[in-house]
């Protein structure tokens, strides 16, 4: 018996079958093997030792991890536990490829390596060079999810150091204290998603802290099962956010903000550590939680027929989904039109439409079919994944031109007249 699988939990599931129209590669995929139930009961054969984990490794490597199985499970199936603790013993038996262990280990969480990446990119960008390796078709030596998403990378931008570097304070009346975090991909991508959330948070009445020793939140390295180095990341950025008296922690980052929030399940097993996580992941909270419990002041009015792509890890871990579409429907001359099936994953799961490109745009052309049926202007998204994934398929179905992937805090930043 493999004693690290989580064998005792397999039990909680009753084979009902709830969780099959919410599984994204079910519904593509269309064998059992590939749904939340076929692969709870390989990773109980696999634990009783009937068959090895090799045999189970394609079904699981193939899932999203999006957790929509655990919002559909009426036995609440602790699905995630289960997917990561097979994550964690396949890491026990196969050693990573040395480049991604330096990335995970090393690169994301060392600031002066992300910033020494977005120096490069902004110079990639700014002196043409993606243009012109694109025009001279130089990249097609890369595989070809890689030219994919080289095609739809945004502008990259620095991150703005006035809002980095003290205590921001509130605009008018001191609301709530709040410490952001930035996370590390986001800083680089997304910077100025980072800078417009700050000022939003200060334009409704929060005084606004940006932590300098905070770290990568460790999603990334969880999921790729390196528990090791993901409970260093999370005592870390716990002891880091310590140093305050803060309401909330905040982010903009709907699979950070998944990984924070379950702080305490990873810790909890740790004498020194649990109450500590415990209290850390009571105070985070995602953006649009606490921008709708403000009274945000619209300055504009945005004639735009909208839609609406949730996280998975907003919606299905961090349980948060009326928020950003209150958020939307307040914005003065806005369109909101519900997306059909807007509930299930995209297909960017963190890293995998970069390893299982394939599968992933059979997700993503379904989610697209959806989108067409609405007609939007604009879709609006809460995570830097699902953000390129989106660009990625609007590129694809011919519709750049017509409709514009956004995240909602620029929809907002927009509507209240903040740049």
Not at 189 to 212: H, M, P, R, W
Not at 269 to 284: C, L
Request: glycine share 6%.
């Amino acid at each position: 018996m493999t004693s690290k699988l989580a064998y005792k939990e397999t039990f909680d599931c009753v084979q009902c079958g709830y969780c099959l129209p919410a599984c994204p590669t079910y519904s593509t995929m269309g064998k059992e093997s590939h749904s939340p139930r076929g692969r709870i009961n390989l990773v109980q054969m696999a634990s009783e030792g009937k068959i090895s984990i090799n045999e189970i490794e394609e079904s699981m490597d193939l899932c999203l991890g999006c957790r929509a199985c655990e919002t559909a499970c009426p036995t609440n199936v602790q699905y995630g536990k289960i997917l990561e603790s097979f994550k964690e013993v396949k890491a026990e038996q196969e050693t990573s490829p040395l480049a991604s262990r330096l990335a995970m280990q090393k690169g994301l969480p060392n600031k002066t390596i992300l910033g020494a990446m977005t120096a490069s990119l902004r110079i990639y960008q700014s002196m043409g060079v993606d243009k012109l390796a694109r025009k001279m078709k130089l990249l097609k030596v890369l595989p070809e999810q890689l030219q994919a998403f080289e095609e739809i990378t945004p502008k990259i931008e620095k991150p703005d150091k006035k809002l980095r570097a003290s205590v921001l304070s509130p605009n008018g009346e001191k609301k709530a204290s709040i410490a952001f975090f930035t996370g590390c991909i986001m800083d680089v991508f997304f910077a100025k998603i980072n800078d417009l959330s700050i000022k939003l948070l200060q334009y409704a009445g929060c005084e606004v802290t940006v932590i300098k020793e905070q770290t990568c939140c460790g999603a990334l390295q969880n999921h790729d099962g390196d528990t090791e180095t993901t409970r260093k990341l999370a005592k870390k950025n716990i002891a880091a956010f310590e140093k305050g008296n803060f309401d909330y922690i905040v982010n903009s980052i709907g699979g950070c903000g998944a990984m924070l929030v379950e702080y305490d399940v990873l810790l909890k097993n740790d004498s020194e550590w649990s109450e500590r996580a415990k209290r850390f992941t009571d105070k985070n909270k995602d953006v649009s939680v606490i921008l709708s419990k403000l009274n945000l002041q619209f300055k504009k009015e945005l004639n735009r027929r909208v839609t609406y792509q949730p996280s998975c890890h907003l919606t299905n871990v961090q349980k948060v989904t009326t928020d950003p579409i209150h958020l939307l429907q307040s914005i003065p001359k806005i369109n909101y039109v519900p997306l059909p099936a807007g509930d299930m994953c995209c297909g960017s799961a963190g890293t995998y439409n970069i390893f299982h490109y394939d599968e992933s745009m059979e997700i993503l052309d379904e989610k697209m079919e959806n989108v067409k049926k609405v007609v939007p202007e604009m879709i609006v998204t809460s995570n830097p994944g699902c953000h390129l994934q989106m660009c990625l398929g609007v590129k694809r179905e011919g519709l750049a031109s017509k409709v514009r992937v956004a995240h909602i805090i620029e929809v907002l930043a927009e509507a209240c007249g903040i740049e």
